[in-house]
């Protein structure tokens, strides 16, 4: 028993940290230019293909560094041909666009890929478990988790450390005066957009090697990253790496008693937080407004 | 002049409605994808009592029209096989579930209501993909159809033939399009228009706002959750993609397309809509494509929809 529910926290803490890393990404984007990218999903997928198609040619390392930087390529290119439009307008209009965006890149993928399930192989050695006793620990899902934590790390470090990440942090706070204080913002917007695809590709290379490839890879894990977000706080993002953590683990604990709820537990747990803390756990007064 | 032609314009709306199942197939529709038209429509200007009166952007109407196809739907099968009893269980759990969820939700605006909103409405998706034994899980309830209508002087066949259930979903929108109509147009309807121009100048009016909201949020789902039950009558079917986010979608588009700033907008963008999914799903696989492709369209070209550009080319 002790070892099924290990089992299930430790898969949901992997499973959290995919969350994580989809939610910090939107989070982003997000906070700086006040759209909802429903194609996230998309572009996490488009991550885990390309890494697919380009394996053959430069292995599984070089596909894991090069996917998601090209991935984030054609984000900044999306950005600056439709999203850019859009700023300023009411919401709604990019929420619109990014969903019909959503649609066209699953469609996409299946039909260049197929609707079928495809494996993504990973090296061999990742693969088998590290103790007989935790079979599930494989030395895939500790790379993975060692991953996520270096990204998270490198991503704050770039929010706090270089002109960049400071400069994205202030427009969070008021883009007006960013804007007056002579920083470009139109590439400000587009570099952050990129910065937010560039986690959902990497995402999407890590997911493959976890879950196989299908076109709706990314679409099933756009949800949980909204409710990672309002759980953790909105505009916080330290709060959406909380949150995609604790909802991960809370769906693995699920898991073991109570396997149909699986999924419904973190809108349980999104449906408590607004009702006790409407801003989120780490969340600033009075962004919700 | 201006009050006779919107009263033309009604008119001719009517009578085009009225008259649906019997030219529909005239133009290469059938008598279904009409009814279709006037439930999908039913529940996009539902969304629009709200998106576009009240200035709330709501992304998940589909949860409240799902739980009303499911209620309508579980009512057949499993209580008493009744059309009217149906209707009503499948409306007042499809509100129940909005009037708990709205509470939680009125205070967040803008992109953060969207997002709770869509969040939210995958709670019940989930219940009816995983309670098998109860929903029919993945694969839709079934097994149950709709009952002829008997009101004692007289009967209606409406459990098998289309065009009579097409008049009898028409008289369920006439009544519903006429309350909203009454209700936007009542000192209440007046208070949602003010706190969609200027919240905050409402606020100072001393307009109780997040009530005002809670109390559209709920009408808004009261009526969607009517097109849902009619829309699991329709086919006699439903299953989980009724509660489905991108169904919302779908409701926000159609709205969007049709006019967001007028009250028959909605209506005429699900026709387009609808007969639009219903044509490119028959001739291609990559209908996903089209249909992805007609938001991005809309969103850069027509962002005021059909009868907002209509209605600028008749002032202007």
């Known amino acids: 028993m002790t070892q099924v529910l290990l089992f299930n926290v430790f898969n949901g803490l992997i499973v959290g940290a995919f969350y994580a890393l989809m939610a910090l990404g939107l989070s982003l984007i997000l906070n700086l230019s006040g759209v909802i990218n429903f194609a996230h999903g998309g572009f996490l997928a488009i991550g885990a293909y390309l890494a697919y198609s380009l394996m053959p040619f430069i292995g599984f390392w070089g596909a ?18 439709l999203i850019r439009r859009l700023y300023g307008r009411d919401p709604l209009y990019s929420l619109l666009l990014t969903f019909g965006l959503a649609y066209i890149l699953e ?26 006793q935790f ?87 756009i949800m949980p990253s909204f409710v990672a977000i309002i759980i953790g706080g909105l505009g916080s993002l ?8 604790l909802i991960g683990v809370a769906s693995g604990i699920t898991t073991v008693f109570f ?24 969340g600033e007064e009075g962004r919700t407004q | 002049m201006k009050r006779v032609s919107a009263r033309t314009a009604n008119a001719a709306i009517w009578i085009l409605l009225l008259t649906m199942p019997y030219w529909m197939g005239a133009i290469g529709g059938y008598t279904e994808l009409a009814t279709r038209v006037i439930v999908l429509g039913l529940a996009a200007m539902a969304l629009n009592f709200l998106l576009g009166f009240t200035g709330v952007l709501s992304f998940g109407h589909a949860a409240y029209f799902g739980l009303g196809a499911y209620g309508a739907a579980m009512t057949i099968k499993y209580i008493v096989p009744s059309t009217p009893l149906a209707i009503v269980v499948g409306v007042a759990v499809g509100t129940l579930a909005a009037a708990i969820i709205g509470a939680l939700i009125v205070k967040l605006r803008g992109v953060y ?149 007028s009250f028959w907008g909605p209506l005429l963008g699900a026709a387009i809509f609808v007969v639009l999914q219903d044509y490119v799903s028959s001739h291609t696989e990559n209908w996903m494509s089209v249909i992805g492709l007609s938001f991005v369209l809309v969103v850069l070209f027509f962002p005021r929809g059909v009868l907002g550009i209509i209605k600028r080319r008749i002032a202007a």
């Not at chain 2, 709920?218 to 086919?235: H, K, N």
Request: with cysteine; glycine share 10%; proline share 4%.
């Open chain 1, 135 to 221: 079979f599930f620990l494989t030395g895939y899902r500790l790379f993975m988790v060692a991953l996520v934590g270096i990204a998270v790390t490198a991503l704050f470090l770039i929010l706090n450390r270089t002109r960049l990440g400071m400069r994205i942090r202030a427009g969070t706070l008021d883009l007006e005066t960013v804007s007056v204080l002579g920083v470009n913002v139109r590439i400000l917007r587009n570099l952050n957009f990129g910065l937010g695809i560039y986690l959902a590709g990497l995402a999407g290379v890590l997911a493959a090697g976890m879950l196989g490839l299908q076109p709706t890879i990314g679409t099933s894990l």
């Open chain 2, 113 to 261: 209501f969207a997002m709770v909103t869509i969040a939210f409405g995958q709670v019940f998706y989930f219940i009816t993909f995983r309670w098998n034994s109860v929903t029919g899980g993945d694969d839709g309830l079934t097994g149950w159809h709709r009952q002829p209508l008997d009101l004692g002087f007289a009967q209606f066949p409406i459990g098998t033939n289309d065009k009579a259930f097409y008049y009898f979903a028409l008289v369920l929108f006439a009544v519903a399009v006429g309350m909203m109509a009454i209700l936007l147009r009542s000192p209440f309807g007046r208070t949602l228009l003010a706190i969609r121009e200027n919240e905050r100048r409402a606020r100072f009016l001393g307009i109780p706002v997040e009530r005002h909201i809670w109390m559209s949020f709920v009408i808004s789902c009261l009526f969607a959750s009517l097109a849902g039950t009619l829309y699991s009558l329709l086919s006699n079917f439903t299953d989980p993609r009724a509660l489905h986010w991108s169904l919302s979608g779908n409701f926000v588009i159609m709205a969007v397309l049709g006019g967001m700033r």
């Open chain 1, 107 to 132: 469609d996409a993928t299946r039909y260049i890929y197929g609707a079928q399930s495809v494996p993504y192989p990973i090296p061999g050695w990742l693969t088998t478990p590290l103790s007989a």
């Open chain 1, 238 to 245: 330290p709060g959406t790496l909380l949150g995609g953590l």
């Open chain 1, 64 to 81: 894991l560094l090069v996917a998601p930087f090209l991935t984030a390529a054609i984000g900044l290119a999306v950005e600056r041909v």
């Open chain 1, 259 to 282: 396997p149909s709820a699986t999924e419904a537990v973190m809108y349980i747990m999104m449906g408590i937080v607004l009702l006790v803390r409407p801003r989120g756990l780490l």
